[in-house]
């Protein structure tokens, strides 16, 4: 996934207010940009669907509750101004759709954020939906953290500078993506998305166990395979386990569900298991 140097067509309501392109928000004594206290969520509307919108508008406020700050947009405002953001862009647009929270100070100590300096933001941008195509993966030598260390069950902006690191190495080494384990050596995650395989005729994908977050796109795709009698192991998993796969594919808000083609040296192609999950969420998508 590239990124223009010029930014795409973006609208941001931000103060009581929409303005059209990038918006300066924070400042060099701002709390998110010195000492990392931002979250977001990322949602996406394509051919006219905003699938699972309200569940990323709960998980942004659910993000800031646990990062210390004042989730002050109920779920309801954020879905009314989606809606009148989507007005500004052309008919049936492939968005971005990003809701923030930030604290702009820290409280006397300093380092905690103060939940009264809180401010948000919806930030909506031109982002289209990749194709599929061919995305290599392998094994990365950094690692996903644990609660006790990070703040994994929010959807922090401090949390990525690890995920890209791990992203930047493999992309020295001529892959497109990552595996990313836990501290204790199992598969958790791809460096910008979940991950599933199948093997034999099953589908197994991590079992959540606070290292990464249950994205919401993950979890419809688990429902709609059990839901269409495709058994879905949520299990823990080795990368050797992987490398032995029939079909690998990642599962995430910006791509929805799109296939490995590569892993080290072997060559994958996508599968009838892959093409399942993905017709089912795109049937779901417009339903």
């Known amino acids: 996934m590239t990124h223009p140097s010029t930014p795409s067509p973006t609208w941001t309501f931000y103060a009581g207010e929409w303005h059209d392109g990038n918006v300066p928000l924070f400042g060099p004594r701002t709390h998110a940009v010195w000492l990392g206290s931002s979250v977001f969520d990322g949602a996406r509307a394509f051919e006219g669907v905003t699938p699972d919108l309200d ?11 646990k990062f210390g700050l004042e989730a002050s947009v109920p779920v309801a405002r954020w879905l009314e101004l989606v809606r009148e953001g989507l007005k ?18 820290g409280n006397a100590l300093a380092l905690p954020a103060d939940p009264l300096s809180t ?4 930030t909506m941008y031109e982002a289209p939906m990749p194709a599929p195509g061919n995305t290599s993966i392998t094994l990365s030598p950094y690692r996903r953290p644990s609660l006790e260390t990070m703040p994994v069950d929010a959807k922090a902006g401090c949390l990525y500078p690890n995920n890209a690191r791990a992203m930047t190495e493999a992309a020295r080494r001529g892959f ?18 979940n991950i599933f395989m199948a093997r034999n005729g099953i589908v197994y994908t991590p079992m959540p166990n606070g290292t990464f977050l249950n994205g ?23 990368y050797e ?4 796969a029939d079909e690998i594919w990642s599962c995430g808000n910006f791509a929805k569900v799109a296939p490995v083609t590569r892993i080290e040296g072997r060559a994958l192609e996508p599968g009838p298991l892959y093409s399942r999950a993905r017709e089912l969420y795109w049937r779901f998508a417009h339903a």
């Open 176 to 193: 497109d993506n990552c595996v990313l384990r836990d501290l204790l050596g199992n598969v958790a995650e791809l460096a910008s998305a």
């Open 88 to 105: 500004r862009f052309g008919p049936k647009p492939e968005l971005y759709i990003r809701p923030m929270y930030w604290a702009e100070s």
């Open 216 to 238: 919401i796109t993950r979890q419809r795709v688990v429902g709609l395979l059990r839901g269409a009698g495709v058994r879905v192991e949520e299990s823990v998993l080795r």
């Open 55 to 65: 569940r990323h508008c709960e998980r942004i406020n659910d993000s800031a509750r």
């Open 119 to 122: 401010r948000w933001c919806l």
């Open 241 to 244: 386990f992987f490398q032995e």
